[in-house]
Every structure is written in structure tokens, then in C-alpha cells.
């Protein structure tokens, strides 16, 4: 009876032991490669993420805007945001040329700025920064003149950046600006991403990449640089003619890149339409036959990185999102309806349209389910 007990437990075991073995076997395995070239480390991934599933789900946590707000809480083109320490929402509305504040809870607060090119008014503006430095909110435009308003709202002084025209604005933790610049060139224009200190003057020029030849000849699907700035201060930076994506340090040196393979999405022939509405007759349309490796990409202050590639999510609305760990490996990706734009704190703020097309503000939670 003791040696029939014995070789009942032995047989647990083993076949406890031979689940742990199976489920080992069925555990995902990164198939990229980390190595250095030179100083530079280089991150090379598979076609494939790590994760067959979506490694994250979003859960809303409030939304403001769409066809039934009041008027406070509506936007006439919402066209970027800005999170401060506290979790209160700015957004830039473009068109109204104003400012919206929200709570962390999404209650409407105050408006602030107006149309006009005087103290406290805004022309066309592009950008909205929070400075953590000086807690300060920061704003441009095409008149490349930088407003700065209290978080209440109240318009403090404004600078010129010397800059023909700032195309992206951003900020690091130390207060330095970096900017899109750019020169006209019939043969050969450039896109520069400039760095200046808080007083701002010039400290280099880190990036650069192709902006395309002018002329009655225009490719709308062709690569267009893509940056931001990471919780480390590095640029990050990506010219989608290939799946690349590099950090320059606060040195402005190349420090790290993250490489990807991937199939070329095809531009579709419905898509080449679209783009040809409104072109003026003097202007002809010379698309290419796929588009970029990749359109943009958002930040976590995890270190996490989010690339809005052109495959198109279930049902032809919105895109597919590629997800990368702080490590810089691709782990899963996901399908997304929304546009988001900052992630931060474990939330992600997004701009989107409701089915009437109006623009609304929404705050998701994210929940990490692999990683």
C-alpha cells in the first residue's frame, strides 16, 4: 500500500513538473537582437511583437466636447493639449485661437486667449507646452512668437523665437526649447529640429531630414519627419523612410535606435483621392505607391513608446499602434479609433471625432495586461 501511495505521488509530480514544462515552452521569446554600433545602441525587432494580444487595454475615464457640449466645454478645431503636474488639461483650440482648461476630472475651468496679434492674443497658434521649470504654459504659432500664460490663465509676457516659421514645439525638464525649423529650397529643402535654452538662444541644431523639392509636383504619402522629447531629455526622433526611430542625448549625439522590420502598407486608390480634393489645377499629384514605415508616435514618461503605423484598425477606422517596452522591444500592438496625444501618469489623452464630426477631449486609464 506505501509503495502504490509513493509512485501516486511520484506520478503528481511528474506531471505537475511536465505542466510547468509546457507552460515554459508556450512562454513568448523576444526574436530581436540588442547590439552596439560604435557608442550607439541598436535594437533591431522582428516583423513580429512579443505578444500575439494587445499587452494594454483603455478604459475612459471622461470626455468633454462633441455636438451636445455647452459652450465652454466645445472646441471649433481642438488641435493639441497639455497636461501640467496636477492633471489639469489645456487644449489649444486653433481656429477660436483660445485656450480651454479642464480639471483632472475633466470639469471645465476657465478660457483664456484671444484672436489677434497684441499682448495676450494668439495668431494661428500650433503648440501648447507646459514648462515644468517654470510652470509655466507656452505657446506658438506661425508669427513665431512664444506666449506665456500662468496655469489660471493669465497671459505673462511674450518672446520672438528665431525661427522663419516653428512647425512643433517642445520642452525637456530643464526648460530648453526644441523647435521645427525649415529652408526653402527649390532642389532641396530641410526640416531642422533646433535646440535653444530658456533664454532662448541657440544651442545647436541636432536633427535633420529631407522636407522635399518644391515645385507643381507633389507627393502627399511621402516620409515627413516625427520627434518628441523623453522623460530622460533625449530627442526622439524618426524619418519614416525606414522603421527607425533615434535618441539623441542632451549632448545631441545618437545614443540609441530602435529598428523595426515591416511590410510596406500599399496607399489605396481611395485614399489618393481624398488627398486630391481641394488641390489647386496648377498642382499635380505624384503619389507613391506606399506610404511612410510609420505616421507618429507619443511618449509614455515610463519610457514607453506608442507608433501609429498605416494598417488600418477592424472595420477602416483608425490605425494600428505599435508598442514598445522602455527597452525598446516591439510587444504587442493595438487598435485604436482615437488620436492620442499625450501619455502620462498611467493616462492617455486623446483628441477624436464624434460620429457628427465635432472634436472631443477624452482621458483614458491604461491597464497594462502584458509586459
Known sequence: MKRFSNAIWLAAVLAFLSQIAVSAEKKPEWKGKIFKEGEVTVIQ??????????????KEDWSVGGANAEANASFTEARTLAIDEAGNVFVLDSTECVVKAFDRNGKYVVTFGRKGQG????QYPRNICFNPTTKELVIDGPSSNLSFFSTQGTF????????????????DSHGNYFYEDFTLDPANSIYFTNKCGPDLKFIARVAQSPAGKLGTSVDPFRAVNYWQIDKDDNLVYGYPVDYEICFYSPANKIIKKIKREYVPVEVTDAEKKEESKDVPPQIKLDPSKYHSAFHRFILSDQGHILVQSWEKAPGGVGYYFDVFDAQGR????????????????GKLYSIEEDDEGYKVVKKYSVTWVKE
Open 156 to 171: 505673462l509676457r511674450s518672446l520672438p523665437l528665431k525661427s522663419s516659421m516653428s512647425l512643433r514645439m517642445r520642452i
Open 45 to 58: 525587432n522582428p516583423k513580429e511583437p512579443f505578444y500575439k494580444d494587445p499587452a494594454l487595454t483603455l
Open 330 to 345: 516591439y510587444i504587442s500592438k493595438i487598435p485604436l479609433k482615437k488620436d492620442p496625444i499625450v501619455w502620462k501618469n
Open 119 to 122: 499682448p495676450g492674443e494668439l
